[in-house]
């Protein structure tokens, strides 16, 4: 989305009971990963369910920059053609990567060890994250980074033709960071390894055996996962069936949990362990939701949910270590706190603060705006349920996960809970208003 668009505020109203049976887009993570990896690879990569959001758009595009080509059928199939590891062609503008963290920092890594020198930029929301997470091991293999003050972009990487492969422990659990050094290992001669103590979503090395890439994981004493490959790999075409997005499945689960008598039923989504972590925690909340018809495709587990509203949520402890595995799902998941009897900490929320926005300060702004009592201690997040009395303008900062949490929460408050801006929607979920009022939930623009 560009910032400079004009803001568009939307509002949720209380609602009646929630019906029907959706299939929300294809994941993001997964869809960026199936561009990148397609035009990477020898030969033609046909995708089907791509996630058409403003992020996943972006990198169609920074990968048509990088020599790759890209075209979309009428009927919604994408089909990439790769150049090869290795044989990347310097772009002759400046990449724009939106609002996507993802894009950018997997783009870092593909571009680190090819000898090119490739200029990135982004949103007002991107333009402010840092990236010197994936600047500093991509400059051990030998790339240059230049950034702005503490490693905001615009970026300018200038990448390497000698890479020396990197072992590397991540400081953090984040599957962006590792999947950056991954990649700069598909086109370095040696052994590419990362150790992560946390395990964070495996779709990279899931898609890069789907290619031929030999990966290997192994589970470490401490419950961590050490990931290598040994490079320069040859990629072959694959085709890839894209799942549901577990991560906008959310708002619809959410809603119907909150939403009693509500009765939904959610396609196809992706349910890989490493994302699953709002389903397991809105179970122990008491959450009414079975999950059926599970299968594997293109190397990922996949099922339906089936979600009632008939049984009220109860607060529970949510624990740092299910972090990563549930990590864009808080600020939804306080939504559902608030609507839970007693208590709900979540706890080990660092990572939020450097998110598409501070997504701590800001779900704390939206739940102080409705009247919601909650605080923040250390990193962790505590939200007091009950009676939601809702009234408030939420600011979006350019985030659209927090657009969607806050329009879930107004749909059973007292008094209408209005967003500044619901544009942000588009990168992740661009049906997302045509699907939840097709369930029955009552949006409306509202005035800023
Ligand atoms: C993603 C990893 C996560 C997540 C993001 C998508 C990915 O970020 O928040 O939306 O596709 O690898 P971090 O790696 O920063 O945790």
Not at 234 to 256: C, G, H, Y
Request: aromatic share 4%; with cysteine; proline share 6%.
């Amino acid at each position: 989305m560009s910032s400079s668009q004009t803001k568009r505020p939307l509002q949720s109203l209380k609602s009646r009971a929630l019906k029907g049976d959706i299939r929300v887009p294809g994941d993001k993570s997964i869809s960026h990963r199936s561009l990148m990896f397609g035009g990477l690879a020898i030969g033609e990569t046909k995708i089907t369910g791509l996630l058409e959001g403003e992020d996943v758009l972006a990198t169609a595009e920074a990968m048509r920059k990088l020599g790759a080509t890209v075209n979309r059928d009428n009927d919604g199939t994408w089909h990439v053609t790769g150049v090869g590891v290795g044989a990347l062609r310097e772009p002759d503008s400046v990449i724009d990567m939106g609002n996507a963290g993802t894009g950018i920092r997997l783009m870092a890594g593909i571009v680190a060890t090819h000898p090119i020198t490739t200029f990135f930029t982004g949103d007002a929301s991107l333009c402010k994250r840092p990236m010197g997470r994936v600047a500093d091991p991509l400059a051990e293999f030998g790339a240059q980074f230049i950034t702005r003050e503490r490693g905001r972009p615009p970026m300018a990487v200038i990448g390497t033709d000698e890479a020396k492969p990197v072992t590397y422990t991540l400081p953090m659990a984040s599957a962006q960071v590792k999947s950056a050094v991954l990649l700069a290992g598909l086109n370095t001669a040696g052994t590419t390894t990362v150790i992560e103590p946390k395990p964070s979503r495996d779709h990279t090395e899931r898609m890069l055996r789907h290619f031929g890439v030999d990966v290997d994981v192994s589970i470490n004493d401490d419950g961590g996962r050490t990931v290598s490959l040994i490079g320069p790999v040859e990629m072959k075409a694959a085709d890839i069936v894209v799942p549901t997005d577990p991560s906008s499945a959310a708002f619809p689960l959410v809603a119907a949990l909150i939403n009693p008598e509500s009765q939904v039923t959610i396609r196809d989504v992706c349910l890989n362990p490493l994302r699953t972590g709002l389903i397991t925690t809105l179970i122990e909340m008491g959450g009414d939701i079975t999950i059926t018809n599970e299968r594997e495709e293109a190397g990922e587990t996949i099922g339906d949910l089936v979600v009632s509203g008939k049984n009220r949520l109860t607060g529970i402890v949510v624990p740092a270590e299910r972090a990563p595995s549930m990590i864009d799902e808080y600020p939804v998941l306080a939504v559902a706190a608030a609507y839970a009897q007693g208590e709900t900490r979540m706890c080990g929320l660092e990572e939020l603060r450097v998110k598409e926005s501070d997504r701590l300060a800001a779900v704390a702004a939206g739940l102080a705006a409705n009247g919601i009592i909650h605080r923040i201690e250390g990193d962790d997040l505590i939200v007091t349920g009950g009676d939601v009395p809702g009234g408030g303008m939420v600011e979006t900062h350019l985030d659209h996960r927090i657009a969607m949490s806050f329009l879930v929460l107004g749909l059973g408050a007292n008094d209408p809970v209005a967003v500044d801006d619901a544009n942000p929607i588009a990168t992740s979920f661009p049906s997302f208003e045509a699907l939840m009022r097709e369930l029955g939930a009552n949006l409306a623009p509202a005035g800023s």
